[in-house]
């Protein structure tokens, strides 16, 4: 019975030091730019054991960046010249043995030329924002409302 019961950790420790390594993107800034820009993407576990490689994806095409910098919380990289203007989404590929190309729900745009980044807003704040507005109305509405009375 102990000696299951140690595999059974071993075993959970070593699943668990496996998924801990794996990159994850959590945000980029600026949120867009032009091509030879560079952007910053933000996360965990990002240094060079672990990314590989940084692609930009619409999801049909895929275009290789040239990172510029590094670490474990941070890729610095230019918005390849090659690139049309639109939305796409970050990808990373995995760096050791068994690489793996993992798309990140982060996404950033790239402007057209003479076109300006109108707003950098996080998706969460928007919300948040949203939320806050909506339950402003809502207590407005109660407080407008007037007591009916019976008609007798």
Not at 54 to 60: A, E, K, S
Not at 70 to 87: C, L, N, V
Not at 133 to 139: A, G
Request: proline share 5%; charged share 30%; with cysteine.
């Amino acid at each position: 019975m102990k000696h299951s019961m140690r595999i059974t950790w071993i075993l959970l420790l070593a699943v668990s030091g496996v998924f801990a390594a794996t990159p994850r993107l959590t945000g980029v800034s600026p949120y867009g730019g032009h091509t030879g820009d560079e952007i910053t993407a933000h996360g965990q576990n990002l240094d060079s054991d672990n990314v590989a490689i940084v692609f930009l994806t619409d999801g049909q095409k895929d275009y290789r960046v040239s990172v510029k910098e590094q670490t474990g919380e941070d890729i610095r990289f230019t918005i390849p010249s090659r690139i049309k203007p639109g939305y796409y989404n970050l990808m990373i590929q995995t760096a050791g043995d068994s690489p793996a190309l993992l798309e990140q729900p982060i996404s950033c745009q790239v402007l057209a030329e003479g076109e300006e980044l109108i707003e950098e807003v996080e998706p969460e704040l928007e919300i948040i924002q949203l939320e806050e507005e909506e339950d402003q109305k809502k207590k407005k509405r109660k407080r407008n409302k007037k007591p009916r009375s019976s008609l007798r």
